[in-house]
């Protein structure tokens, strides 16, 4: 598979077996969420799916969520990744989540996909109408620090939440700047 060939394409039912494929690797590596990478369920697929659609036009929101649109990175049929968009920012996304989520699926990571799928995200925020994107990461987060300065990122700060082991490192990418 080549890594410029991935494009981002929005959850269905088509890929059901792929994505539960995706979703029990990274169950096997301790995450249940896939990273909060979107909302998509192993138990409740179907629906989630269409959750997923509503959520990102803002229809059905839970109390308290923005409108989010969630992708696959998708090749040849094979889902390699994940990500969720936020349409805006809300206290707790202002501190922790931030605009973009993204998670590479364990069996594909280290081979491009994690720039790419950023890469690919941006555009998609650019396209949503964002002019700049929060993006946060873990300090301890090699790749993803790596991945959000290639794309431009530009620290803000770092901030340690009593709940987590490490400060959370907090970007900011100007879109406005970018061609795409
Ligand atoms: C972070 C994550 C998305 C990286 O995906 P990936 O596909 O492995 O990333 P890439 O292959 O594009 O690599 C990006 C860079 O990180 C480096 N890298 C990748 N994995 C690494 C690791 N474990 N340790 C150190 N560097 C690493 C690569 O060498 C590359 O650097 P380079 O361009 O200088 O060569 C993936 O590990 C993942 O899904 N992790 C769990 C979820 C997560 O942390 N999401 C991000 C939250 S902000």
Redesign the pocket.
Known sequence: MCVENTKLVEPTVELKGEFLAMANEFKAEG?DTM?G?GSIEIDNFENSIIHAKNHSRGIDLPQGWVPASTFWLVSNNQIV?SCNIRHQLNEFLENYG?HV??????S??????????LKLSLEKAKQLGLERVL????DD????I???E?NGGKLEDKIMDEGHKVPTRRYWIDLRLRET
């Open positions: 995450s990273n990478v990744g931030g989520g993204y998670g590479i699926r364990p594909q990571r280290q081979k491009g996909y994690g720039m790419r799928i993006i946060t990461c873990d987060n090699i790749a993803s790596i991945i959000i290639t």
